[in-house]
């Protein structure tokens, strides 16, 4: 099958996952996409294919050679982010594009002056939604490169290679995509996961990562009768974020800059909530992120005399960079498949968490690969269809280095 028809089809199906929910998967509409991967898998060829009760997709390409090697692993997620809605995408394909502006629907474009990648996609063939959902592409592109990959090692078995692991998982974009991924149930001794953008760039560092609820209690009393006695809650939530500063936003961030991100907040006079994410390369950086988030709290407190401000952390993912620097070969690998194939190879940190940090950190060595994506998460997303070609032609030169 074509990656366009398989990658088409991938994003028929509604995978979002949630937030909220307490179930694993997140979302039951998921389980449909991973019995569909499932026996596409099992049609291919591959063996030991398994959809477990958590939604993981497992399975086997088997070695063609009697020689022993590690086992190399690819992994790509299957839900769509809550951000936006991944029902019904209609995708539209621009065959070789010329570098002008995209029209998605009657008020919305792909313009390449807000989007200046797209000066380095002219004659690609692209795929873009209608501007009424996200496109899917993270991570079903990532999805339709392995598959392809898979398919062309079992239509050419003179191509030689030892134990190719697989997986497909849920629930990546909530941060609970390998909570309850079997690693020696996977198998391999490293693996890759195929979930960024460019497909020149790959990444063996992320983001530290907390999640941080700031709890504010308040004094509510009428407003005609409030002087000196009121405390109001959201205004103290105003004020701890600006003590925050807007240096480190999002907004105001690139590289390995980290950041705070105020990504919602509710309440009242009486009580409020903000919730905030924090993000950083470094691990000291993060710890004086961490502390300075205290030091505004403690100095509002301080101010109304009482603990006004509460805060509580949660440690979500560490930086894969570590771990991965004890197998160096399995990053120098992937530059060479790149150069192989005709790609200059791009370092760049992953500004936010992947599948591959949560292995990394359980023993599993695990990379990140492009896909060929871009604009994540909303109706601007698109996809270069010419990229995804040439993830395939990666995967396989990569699996045909791991040998060397």
């Known amino acids: ?6 990658f088409l089809k991938y994003v028929s199906f509604d995978t979002q ?180 953008g460019p497909i020149e760039e790959y990444s063996f560092e992320n983001f530290n990562a907390y999640k941080a609820t700031v709890s504010i209690k308040g004094k509510s009393y009428h407003p005609g009768d409030a002087k000196n006695k009121m405390i109001n809650a959201l205004t103290l939530g105003r004020d701890f974020d600006i003590l925050l500063g807007d240096v480190n936003r999002p907004e105001h961030t690139e590289g390995h800059d980290g950041f705070y991100h105020l990504h919602n907040m509710e309440g009242d006079v009486s009580n409020a909530t903000l919730s905030y994410i924090i993000r950083e390369h470094s691990k000291e950086k993060m710890e004086e992120l961490l502390a300075h988030m205290n030091d505004a709290a403690a100095y509002i407190n301080n101010k109304y005399g009482d603990e006004y401000i509460k805060i509580e952390t949660v440690k979500q993912y560490e930086n894969m960079k570590d771990i991965i620097a004890k197998r160096p070969e399995i990053v120098t690998q992937v530059s060479d498949a790149m150069i192989d194939i005709g790609l200059s190879p791009v370092i760049a940190p992953i500004r936010g968490g992947t599948d591959g940090a949560m292995l990394s950190a359980k023993g599993l060595p695990t990379p990140n690969l492009g896909t060929g994506g871009y604009n994540y998460h909303g109706p601007y997303e698109y996809a270069s269809l010419t990229s995804m070609k040439k993830g395939v032609e990666l995967l396989l030169a990569i699996i045909r280095n791991s040998r060397k």
């Open 1 to 6: 099958m074509k990656i366009e028809n398989r």
């Open 17 to 196: 996952s949630s937030e909220t929910s307490e179930t694993a998967p997140t979302t039951s509409k998921q389980i449909e996409f991973a019995d569909f991967l499932a026996e596409e898998m099992r049609i291919l060829g591959m063996k030991d294919v398994e959809r477990n009760e958590y939604g993981i997709v497992y399975g086997t390409i088997p070695a063609n050679v009697e020689e022993e090697g590690e086992t190399i692993g690819f992994i790509s997620h299957m839900d769509t982010s809550p951000d936006a809605s991944g029902k019904d995408v209609k995708p539209q394909i621009i065959r070789d594009y010329d570098g002008g502006i995209i029209k998605l629907n009657n008020t919305m474009n792909l313009d390449p002056e807000e989007n200046p990648e797209l000066k380095t996609l002219i004659h690609h063939d692209l795929i873009t939604t209608d501007g009424t959902t996200l496109l899917g592409a993270d991570d079903k592109a990532g999805i339709a490169i392995i598959m392809t990959m898979a398919e062309y090692l079992f239509r050419h078995p003179t191509f030689l290679h030892h134990d190719i692991s697989i997986a497909f998982t849920p629930d990546e974009e909530v941060g609970r995509g390998v909570i309850n991924f079997d690693i020696d149930r996977f198998g391999a001794d490293y693996a890759y996961t195929v979930d960024g």
